[in-house]
T-cell receptor, first 113, second 111 residues
Framework: GEDVEQSLFLSVREGDSSVINCTYTDSSSTYLYWYKQEPGAGLQLLTYIFSNMDMKQDQRLTVLLNKKDKHLSLRIADTQTGDSAIYFCAETPREDSSYKLIFGSGTRLLVRP | DAGVTQSPTHLIKTRGQQVTLRCSPKSGHDTVSWYQQALGQGPQFIFQYYEEEERQRGNFPDRFSGHQFPNYSSELNVNALLLGDSALYLC??????????FGSGTRLTVV
Protein backbone atom coordinates (compact mmCIF):
# COMPACT_ATOMS: atom_id res chain seq x y z
CA GLY A 1 0.00 0.00 0.00
CA GLU A 2 0.88 3.65 -0.07
CA ASP A 3 2.09 4.81 3.31
CA VAL A 4 4.93 7.23 3.96
CA GLU A 5 5.66 7.43 7.66
CA GLN A 6 7.28 10.14 9.73
CA SER A 7 7.61 10.83 13.43
CA LEU A 8 5.20 13.54 14.54
CA PHE A 9 7.35 15.89 16.56
CA LEU A 10 10.95 16.96 17.10
CA SER A 11 12.28 19.59 19.49
CA VAL A 12 15.85 20.87 19.33
CA ARG A 13 17.84 23.75 20.77
CA GLU A 14 18.93 26.58 18.51
CA GLY A 15 22.37 25.86 17.04
CA ASP A 16 22.03 22.09 17.34
CA SER A 17 21.52 19.74 14.40
CA SER A 18 18.07 18.36 13.60
CA VAL A 19 17.47 14.99 12.00
CA ILE A 20 14.04 14.22 10.58
CA ASN A 21 13.36 10.66 9.49
CA CYS A 22 10.99 9.10 6.98
CA THR A 23 10.23 5.62 5.71
CA TYR A 24 8.64 5.18 2.30
CA THR A 25 6.98 2.31 0.54
CA ASP A 26 7.96 2.08 -3.11
CA SER A 27 11.50 0.86 -3.68
CA SER A 28 11.21 1.93 -7.31
CA SER A 29 10.45 5.57 -6.49
CA THR A 30 12.71 7.71 -8.63
CA TYR A 31 12.59 10.96 -6.69
CA LEU A 32 12.20 11.60 -2.98
CA TYR A 33 11.49 15.06 -1.66
CA TRP A 34 11.56 17.17 1.45
CA TYR A 35 9.07 20.02 1.73
CA LYS A 36 8.69 22.67 4.45
CA GLN A 37 5.36 24.17 5.48
CA GLU A 38 5.10 27.21 7.73
CA PRO A 39 1.82 28.07 9.49
CA GLY A 40 -0.91 29.11 7.05
CA ALA A 41 1.35 28.69 4.05
CA GLY A 42 1.81 26.32 1.13
CA LEU A 43 4.67 23.87 0.68
CA GLN A 44 8.22 24.99 -0.03
CA LEU A 45 10.50 22.50 -1.79
CA LEU A 46 13.66 22.24 0.30
CA THR A 47 15.55 19.56 -1.53
CA TYR A 48 15.14 16.31 -3.40
CA ILE A 49 17.25 13.27 -4.11
CA PHE A 50 17.28 10.93 -7.06
CA SER A 51 17.04 7.28 -6.20
CA ASN A 52 20.47 6.40 -7.57
CA MET A 53 22.10 8.70 -5.00
CA ASP A 54 22.92 7.91 -1.37
CA MET A 55 23.50 11.45 -0.16
CA LYS A 56 22.92 15.01 -1.23
CA GLN A 57 24.18 18.14 0.52
CA ASP A 58 22.82 21.62 -0.02
CA GLN A 59 24.19 24.27 2.36
CA ARG A 60 22.81 23.42 5.82
CA LEU A 61 20.74 20.51 4.50
CA THR A 62 21.95 16.93 4.11
CA VAL A 63 19.71 14.19 2.72
CA LEU A 64 20.59 10.54 3.28
CA LEU A 65 18.89 7.74 1.38
CA ASN A 66 19.00 4.09 2.41
CA LYS A 67 17.23 2.25 -0.38
CA LYS A 68 17.60 -1.16 1.26
CA ASP A 69 15.63 -0.02 4.31
CA LYS A 70 13.50 2.52 2.34
CA HIS A 71 14.64 5.17 4.78
CA LEU A 72 15.14 8.84 4.05
CA SER A 73 16.49 11.45 6.44
CA LEU A 74 16.94 15.21 6.44
CA ARG A 75 19.65 16.75 8.59
CA ILE A 76 19.56 20.48 9.25
CA ALA A 77 22.84 21.82 10.58
CA ASP A 78 22.97 24.81 12.95
CA THR A 79 19.17 24.84 13.33
CA GLN A 80 17.65 28.31 13.67
CA THR A 81 14.31 29.47 15.11
CA GLY A 82 13.24 30.24 11.54
CA ASP A 83 13.48 26.52 10.80
CA SER A 84 10.49 25.87 13.05
CA ALA A 85 7.85 24.43 10.72
CA ILE A 86 6.30 21.16 9.55
CA TYR A 87 8.51 19.04 7.32
CA PHE A 88 7.04 16.56 4.85
CA CYS A 89 8.81 13.84 2.97
CA ALA A 90 7.25 12.66 -0.26
CA GLU A 91 7.85 10.01 -2.88
CA THR A 92 6.82 9.57 -6.48
CA PRO A 93 6.02 5.88 -6.93
CA ARG A 94 6.79 4.54 -10.37
CA GLU A 95 3.98 2.02 -10.51
CA ASP A 96 1.63 2.62 -13.42
CA SER A 97 3.83 5.55 -14.50
CA SER A 98 2.50 7.50 -11.54
CA TYR A 99 2.95 11.25 -11.42
CA LYS A 100 1.55 11.87 -7.98
CA LEU A 101 3.43 12.74 -4.83
CA ILE A 102 2.67 10.63 -1.77
CA PHE A 103 3.28 12.56 1.43
CA GLY A 104 3.85 11.57 5.00
CA SER A 105 1.82 13.22 7.77
CA GLY A 106 4.64 15.62 8.52
CA THR A 107 7.09 16.18 11.35
CA ARG A 108 6.64 19.33 13.41
CA LEU A 109 10.05 20.81 14.24
CA LEU A 110 10.22 23.17 17.20
CA VAL A 111 13.47 25.08 17.68
CA ARG A 112 13.96 26.38 21.21
CA PRO A 113 16.04 29.52 21.71
CA ASP B 1 9.04 35.55 -11.79
CA ALA B 2 5.76 34.72 -10.12
CA GLY B 3 5.47 31.29 -8.64
CA VAL B 4 2.24 29.33 -8.48
CA THR B 5 -0.73 31.62 -7.86
CA GLN B 6 -3.98 30.39 -6.33
CA SER B 7 -7.26 32.19 -5.82
CA PRO B 8 -9.12 32.87 -3.67
CA THR B 9 -7.01 32.52 -0.52
CA HIS B 10 -9.98 31.83 1.73
CA LEU B 11 -13.52 30.72 1.03
CA ILE B 12 -16.58 29.86 3.12
CA LYS B 13 -19.35 27.78 1.54
CA THR B 14 -22.51 26.08 2.73
CA ARG B 15 -23.11 22.34 2.53
CA GLY B 16 -24.52 21.33 -0.84
CA GLN B 17 -23.04 24.31 -2.69
CA GLN B 18 -20.49 24.17 -5.47
CA VAL B 19 -17.06 25.82 -5.48
CA THR B 20 -14.40 26.64 -8.08
CA LEU B 21 -10.78 27.17 -7.16
CA ARG B 22 -8.21 28.58 -9.57
CA CYS B 23 -4.51 28.08 -10.17
CA SER B 24 -1.94 29.75 -12.41
CA PRO B 25 1.22 27.67 -12.78
CA LYS B 26 4.74 28.94 -12.53
CA SER B 27 6.05 30.41 -15.77
CA GLY B 28 7.39 27.67 -18.04
CA HIS B 29 5.43 24.90 -16.31
CA ASP B 30 2.85 22.89 -18.25
CA THR B 31 1.55 20.40 -15.67
CA VAL B 32 -0.81 21.16 -12.81
CA SER B 33 -1.70 18.90 -9.88
CA TRP B 34 -4.24 19.47 -7.13
CA TYR B 35 -3.93 18.27 -3.54
CA GLN B 36 -6.24 18.34 -0.54
CA GLN B 37 -4.66 18.87 2.88
CA ALA B 38 -6.87 18.27 5.88
CA LEU B 39 -5.86 19.78 9.20
CA GLY B 40 -2.90 17.96 10.71
CA GLN B 41 -2.42 15.72 7.67
CA GLY B 42 -0.15 15.55 4.67
CA PRO B 43 -1.49 16.57 1.26
CA GLN B 44 -3.53 13.97 -0.64
CA PHE B 45 -3.37 13.82 -4.44
CA ILE B 46 -6.64 14.68 -6.19
CA PHE B 47 -5.63 14.73 -9.87
CA GLN B 48 -3.12 16.01 -12.40
CA TYR B 49 -3.69 17.84 -15.67
CA TYR B 50 -1.37 17.83 -18.66
CA GLU B 51 -2.11 19.00 -22.20
CA GLU B 52 -5.62 19.97 -21.06
CA GLU B 53 -6.47 16.41 -20.05
CA GLU B 54 -6.69 14.61 -16.72
CA ARG B 55 -3.60 12.41 -16.71
CA GLN B 56 -3.97 10.76 -13.33
CA ARG B 57 -6.55 10.75 -10.56
CA GLY B 58 -6.38 9.92 -6.88
CA ASN B 59 -9.06 8.36 -4.69
CA PHE B 60 -11.53 11.20 -4.77
CA PRO B 61 -15.22 10.99 -5.78
CA ASP B 62 -16.59 12.35 -9.03
CA ARG B 63 -17.79 15.44 -7.16
CA PHE B 64 -14.23 16.63 -7.66
CA SER B 65 -13.55 17.67 -11.23
CA GLY B 66 -11.08 19.90 -12.96
CA HIS B 67 -10.03 21.63 -16.09
CA GLN B 68 -6.84 22.89 -17.67
CA PHE B 69 -6.86 25.77 -20.13
CA PRO B 70 -4.60 26.35 -23.15
CA ASN B 71 -2.49 28.79 -21.09
CA TYR B 72 -1.88 25.91 -18.61
CA SER B 73 -3.92 27.47 -15.82
CA SER B 74 -6.35 25.16 -14.06
CA GLU B 75 -9.57 25.03 -12.08
CA LEU B 76 -10.74 22.62 -9.42
CA ASN B 77 -14.50 22.24 -9.04
CA VAL B 78 -16.20 20.56 -6.13
CA ASN B 79 -19.95 19.89 -6.26
CA ALA B 80 -22.39 19.09 -3.47
CA LEU B 81 -19.98 20.22 -0.76
CA LEU B 82 -19.76 18.21 2.44
CA LEU B 83 -18.43 19.33 5.80
CA GLY B 84 -15.53 16.91 5.26
CA ASP B 85 -14.41 18.86 2.20
CA SER B 86 -13.14 21.60 4.50
CA ALA B 87 -9.39 21.68 3.92
CA LEU B 88 -6.48 23.54 2.39
CA TYR B 89 -6.43 22.94 -1.36
CA LEU B 90 -2.98 23.13 -2.89
CA CYS B 91 -2.03 23.49 -6.51
CA UNK B 92 1.38 22.34 -7.73
CA UNK B 93 2.98 22.87 -11.12
CA UNK B 94 5.96 21.37 -12.88
CA UNK B 95 7.53 21.07 -16.32
CA UNK B 96 8.94 17.60 -16.36
CA UNK B 97 6.71 15.93 -13.79
CA UNK B 98 9.32 16.35 -11.08
CA UNK B 99 10.28 19.12 -8.66
CA UNK B 100 6.80 20.43 -8.19
CA UNK B 101 6.32 24.01 -7.05
CA PHE B 102 3.36 24.56 -4.75
CA GLY B 103 1.12 27.56 -4.33
CA SER B 104 0.05 28.95 -0.97
CA GLY B 105 -3.30 27.22 -1.20
CA THR B 106 -6.98 28.03 -0.84
CA ARG B 107 -8.48 27.48 2.60
CA LEU B 108 -12.03 26.15 2.09
CA THR B 109 -14.43 26.04 5.00
CA VAL B 110 -17.77 24.29 4.55
CA VAL B 111 -20.44 25.18 7.12
Amino acid sequence: GEDVEQSLFLSVREGDSSVINCTYTDSSSTYLYWYKQEPGAGLQLLTYIFSNMDMKQDQRLTVLLNKKDKHLSLRIADTQTGDSAIYFCAETPREDSSYKLIFGSGTRLLVRP
Amino acid sequence: DAGVTQSPTHLIKTRGQQVTLRCSPKSGHDTVSWYQQALGQGPQFIFQYYEEEERQRGNFPDRFSGHQFPNYSSELNVNALLLGDSALYLCASSYSGTRYTFGSGTRLTVV
